[in-house]
């Protein structure tokens, strides 16, 4: 699951297709939420939560998400340990009836099928279940972000967390296939730049990366690593000259080319298989109901995008001053917010 959709992901082979759907559509339709599974799944997801929360990657990851969106908002609140506490099947159960609906939900089916087991899938859900009441419109409230530059104290943490991001456009908004290359030169692959200078020159690192997270009705740039705590604001240094960087010198044709082969590869992997497909088609129509006249605009962009565009999207999008940064670990540091 994420924030924004709740999904269920299904193997089965051919001679087994009718049997082992049936038992799916089963358990979506007629789920029980047994008492003593529920105390089971409460017990254990309370205490991996408790031993995540020990972690300077979650502490640093969850400040970010609260600091960009506010601790109120559905992106920036999160579970606590007490919520396992007061999980019941009434709420389970009020919760899948008010959201689980045929009509704002997908199906994906890919591989070897015909015909006649479309309609045994489809005919499978349709039940009344589905539509016990309408769906309920769902908006993201208003958010402002106020914090950019915050800190979560771990004691005796030998490492600091560190995450550095704004927000972006929705997936489907015309500048994201260049920024997902833009993105990709900065941090999105093992050549990036801020590999190349944080890990290989500096040293501070074994590994740092920068990802587009889409959401239901924005996105999110994040720059993430681990560091050592004495190099901490030296590495939020080097990733901002990395982003100034952008901002001010054309990339070369050398590194576009090299980066256009990698895209390209990363692009056409992403539908290699059924399960590559049907992850792929889910994604898409999850995010603004998107189509492959989506990734036939991405492929455009990765192969026809300049240098000069890269600039401009740079400038747009990559102002440090306008970066939250979050840092956890045991080593405070004058101007941030704890």
């Given amino acids: 699951f994420s924030r924004d959709f709740a999904s269920v992901t299904f193997y089965t082979i051919g001679k087994h297709f009718y049997r082992s759907l049936d038992v799916l559509a089963d358990i979506l339709t007629n789920p029980t939420y047994p008492q003593h599974e529920l105390e089971l799944f409460c017990k254990k997801g309370k205490q991996s939560l408790l031993v995540d929360l020990e972690k300077v990657s979650t502490l640093s990851r969850q400040r970010f998400f609260s600091a960009l969106f506010g601790s109120n908002h559905p992106y920036g609140s999160f579970a606590t340990p007490n919520d396992y506490d007061v999980l019941s099947q009434t709420v389970l159960v009020q919760f899948r009836n008010r959201y689980h609906k045929a009509s704002n939900g997908l199906i994906v089916i890919a591989g070897k099928v015909d015909a006649k087991q479309v309609d045994f899938l489809v005919n499978g859900f349709n039940n009344p279940i589905f539509e016990q009441c309408d769906d309920i419109e769902l908006g993201l409230p208003s958010f402002t972000t106020t914090d950019?530059?915050?800190?979560?104290?771990?004691?005796?943490a030998v490492q600091a967390a560190l995450r550095i991001g704004r927000v972006l456009p929705k997936r489907n908004h015309p500048d994201m296939p260049g920024l997902v290359v833009l993105n990709t030169i900065l941090g999105g692959y093992f050549g990036s730049r801020?590999?190349?200078?944080i890990r290989e020159d500096k040293g501070f690192t074994y590994g740092i990366s920068s990802f587009i997270i889409p959401m239901a009705e924005l996105s999110a740039l994040v720059v993430s690593t681990e560091v050592g705590s004495a190099f901490t604001e030296k590495t939020v240094d080097e990733v901002f000259k990395e982003m100034i960087k952008l901002q001010t010198e054309p990339v070369s044709n050398d590194e576009l080319?090299?980066?256009?082969?990698?895209?390209?590869?990363?692009?056409?992997?992403?539908?290699?298989?059924?399960?590559?497909?049907?992850?792929s088609l889910a994604s898409l129509f999850q995010y603004n109901n998107l189509d492959f006249e989506y990734i036939n605009n991405l492929i455009r962009?990765?192969?026809?995008?300049?240098?000069?565009?890269?600039?401009?999207?740079a400038k747009k999008y990559l102002d440090v001053d306008r970066m939250v940064v979050s840092i956890a670990g045991s080593k405070r540091i004058r101007g941030y917010k704890e």
Wanted: hydrophobic letters at 40%; a positive charge; zero cysteines.
């Fill in 257 to 279: 080319e090299l980066v256009r082969g990698y895209m390209t590869g990363q692009v056409l992997r992403t539908f290699d298989g059924p399960f590559a497909i049907a992850d």
């Fill in 148 to 156: 950019y530059r915050v800190f979560s104290y771990k004691k005796d």
């Fill in 301 to 313: 962009t990765i192969n026809e995008i300049t240098p000069t565009q890269l600039l401009g999207l």
């Fill in 194 to 197: 801020l590999m190349r200078n």
